[in-house]
């Protein structure tokens, strides 16, 4: 046992000796390139360089995939250091990136904006970089093609261009999706409803989320693996808190006299309005959830 601590020991201190000595050594030679790209107004990042030359070869802000990467390094030496030296040079070099997020020429817009404006948002809960990422991902998701099921890498004289880095960009449309999405967990009335973002309520399926809900609670009791067991219950509740809210129970509006438990419940694809309604199965559903939790 001792052996062994002795070993673990050791490797902790190799971890953290190297990560000071990597760090520290980028943040020397980061600094002193900060530098000289602010004394050319950043109009330019570095891109790739020869070992026996003293400059990169740098392209424009807006005509490299790689251009994000600069400022994503000082994103990574801010949390390292947290020093106010190393988060100006971080903002100053990732403001001037913010019109990537408008091209829709090329899908390279995810590569730019997540090591930038991505990394950043995480780090310092920006809500203006938090709007960059969005643009970016409505940009993105321009190139999507519904027959080809892709989005298009480049825009490319002949056939649909698709490239293996096109599943690193899309980094950029879960970003944004995780970030604006709805964290109720109530699903929208059916898959292939269309939806308009311009409007903040999509019509919903209560039904169909109680009875998913119920289902977990039931998919619980099957499992032995504590893990698994509690995600399923923590998933169950998650769901049940806001059909169990004004949001989403009749009580919710003073204008409805249905004597229902939950409203916005979904009934098939008739030709009247199928959405929106409340159903008996979703407050069927919706009891059964809360009395299964109970008796646990």
């Not at 050594?25 to 107004?41: E, G, K």
């Not at 409803?193 to 977990?216: C, E, G, K, M, V």
């Amino acid at each position: 046992m001792a052996a062994l601590l002795l070993v673990i020991t050791l490797l902790m201190t190799f971890v953290d000796v190297t990560a000071f000595n990597v760090m520290g050594y980028a943040n020397v030679q980061y600094t002193i390139l900060y530098y000289q790209y602010r004394d050319l107004s950043f109009q330019s990042f570095p891109f790739i360089g020869y070992l026996l030359q003293t400059d990169w070869i740098s392209l424009p802000i807006l005509h490299s995939f790689t251009n994000g990467f600069f400022s994503g390094i000082f994103s990574n030496l801010l949390e390292f250091y947290a020093t106010q030296s190393i988060f100006k040079m971080a903002i100053d070099l990732t403001l001037p990136l913010a019109s990537v997020a408008n091209i829709t020429d090329t899908h390279d817009v995810g590569f730019v904006i997540m090591s930038s404006f991505g990394h950043g948002c995480h780090l310092l809960k920006l809500s203006e970089y938090l709007q960059i990422i969005i643009t970016a991902a409505t940009s993105l998701s321009c190139r999507y093609s519904p027959t080809v099921q892709c989005t298009r890498s480049w825009d490319s004289k002949e056939g649909f261009l698709v490239i293996i880095d096109n599943m690193m960009n899309l980094e950029l449309l879960f970003e944004a999706s995780n970030q604006t999405c709805s964290t109720d967990l109530v699903p929208y009335w059916d898959f292939d409803a269309p939806h308009n973002s311009t409007i903040s309520y999509q019509s919903r399926d209560t039904s169909a989320a109680a009875i998913f809900a119920s289902d977990l609670v039931e998919l619980s009791q099957y499992v032995t693996a504590r893990e698994t067991k509690d995600y399923f219950l923590t998933s169950a509740k998650s769901i049940v808190d806001p059909l169990a809210s004004p949001t989403y129970l009749i009580l919710g509006n003073k204008d409805y006299v249905l004597r229902a438990i939950i409203v916005n419940g979904t009934q098939g694809p008739y030709s009247e309005k199928p959405y929106d309604i409340a159903t008996v199965l979703g407050n069927y559903y919706l009891t059964q959830t809360v009395l299964r939790l109970f008796k646990l």
